[in-house]
């Protein structure tokens, strides 16, 4: 398995007589780290959900993933709003225009290229 579970699963894994290891993560970088790895997983079945239930229920996991790193990192929901908001005006937003972008062509002397070369988010294909 080796990810982080919600707490009352070792209850649960007891009464169905499931035999497990886990341990407590005590350390928040770490707790911080295997977070993030959920929040991955949550989003990947939120991508893979067929109905609206199981969407609600995925959705449901992303927030409550995003909310605890929110408070290990102290970050609050006004910051959020504001950082979505800045973000906004200066790139807009993603449901007003419904943009899909299919590529993009900059040329190598285009000082821009720099910005993408160095962004591992970005997929570059020299």
Do not use: W
């Amino acid at each position: 398995m080796n990810k982080l579970i919600r707490g009352k699963l070792l209850i649960l894994f007891d009464k169905l007589g499931i035999t497990y290891s886990a341990r407590r993560i005590k350390d928040d970088n770490i707790l911080l780290s295997e977070l993030k790895n959920k929040l991955i997983e949550e989003a990947k079945e939120v991508h893979g959900s067929s109905n609206h239930k199981d969407l609600l229920e995925e959705l449901a996991d992303v927030m409550e993933v995003i909310t605890a790193i929110m408070k290990i990192e102290k970050i609050s929901q006004k910051e959020i709003k504001t950082a979505a908001l800045d973000k906004n005006k200066v790139k807009g937003d993603f449901l007003k225009e419904r943009l899909f972008c299919e590529y993009v062509d900059i040329a190598e002397e285009n000082p821009a290229i720099k910005y993408y070369l160095n962004n591992e988010k970005y997929s570059i294909r020299l």
